[in-house]
């Protein structure tokens, strides 16, 4: 069983910043992908940024490329978002996954359904 500990989110003001923290059990001895979705009231879960454990192509939605990163500390386990110059839009419940393969390198795209393990979610509010 693939445990998360999900932490960082809260309010800020439109242009500010907010790192999130998402501790991984251990629970495999290979590299595997891990990555941050988000999901807004009424929308569809949305790959925000992606990674492989090992190295390799990372992935940034287009809507936060440039604003957002992503890093993974392979010594505590922790999968970490830093978010830049907030908008309103970036508002949702983020919530961090894990599965072994990393699809978004084939397909270009960073879907929910391609994640097997997945977090609780974290809030981020964005206010104008």
């Known amino acids: 069983q693939v445990q998360f500990v999900e932490s960082g989110g809260g309010s800020v003001q439109a242009g500010g910043s907010l790192k999130l923290s998402c501790i991984v059990s251990?629970?495999?001895?290979?590299?595997?992908?891990m990555g941050w979705f988000r999901q807004a009231p009424g929308k569809e879960r949305e790959g925000v940024a992606g990674l492989y454990t090992r190295g390799g192509q990372r992935y940034y939605a287009d809507s936060v490329k440039d604003r957002f990163t992503i890093s993974y500390d392979d010594v505590t386990n922790t999968l970490y978002l830093e978010m830049n110059n907030l908008k309103p839009e970036d508002s949702g419940v983020y919530i961090c996954?894990?599965?072994?393969?990393?699809?978004?390198?084939?397909?270009?795209?960073?879907?929910?359904?391609?994640?097997?393990?997945w977090g609780q979610g974290t809030q981020v509010t964005v206010s104008s």
């Open positions: 251990k629970w495999t001895d290979s590299g595997f992908c």
């Open positions: 996954a894990a599965d072994p393969a990393a699809w978004y390198t084939v397909k270009g795209v960073m879907a929910a359904s391609d994640f097997k393990y």
